[in-house]
């Protein structure tokens, strides 16, 4: 069971109710996990959940590769919802079960693809290290290229931001009642 009880339908507040209508009618298609508890907070819920929809829906990765930087940042946190939720994601857009398995585990993963090397690299780094090396950082700018960059390192920052939310309100994947607020 989650830290902080889910909240009911009928006891949400108008502006509870406007942000979640919002959420529940974007393509997350419901308010689950962390926008739930977000939502005991409508202002940090509203502004959360846009900036989610840019980072899941409209960066210039392609969607294999955010799917990559949120694994590892699932990974890295330990935040199981989020691991859970995007492995699916991440299987269905592309990145190989087996460098899949190989996050999960803790290990590196040997990549095909330059792309994801750089993308698990850069996310990797700017996570365990809280930099990114000058030589790493010029290696991301020519195969990724720079806006891309900016892109990349704001779906860290956010996922970082849902991760954490995940563990200090212990939402768990296999909770329903920390999954759906139905």
Known sequence: MSRIAPLAIENLTEHQR?????????????????????????????????????????????????ELAILVTARVWSAEFEWQTHKKIGLAAGISSKTIEAIRQGKIPEFNREDEKIVYEFSLALQRDRKVSQALYNQAVTVLGEAAIVDLTGVLGYYGLISMTINVFDVNPLDPTSCDLD
């Open 18 to 66: 406007t942000v979640y209508d919002a959420i529940a009618s974007s393509p997350r298609g419901g308010v689950r996990g962390p926008l739930a508890v977000w939502l005991n907070r409508p202002e940090l819920a509203n502004l959360a959940q846009s900036l989610g929809r840019y980072c899941r829906y409209d960066t210039l990765l392609p969607l294999r590769l955010s």
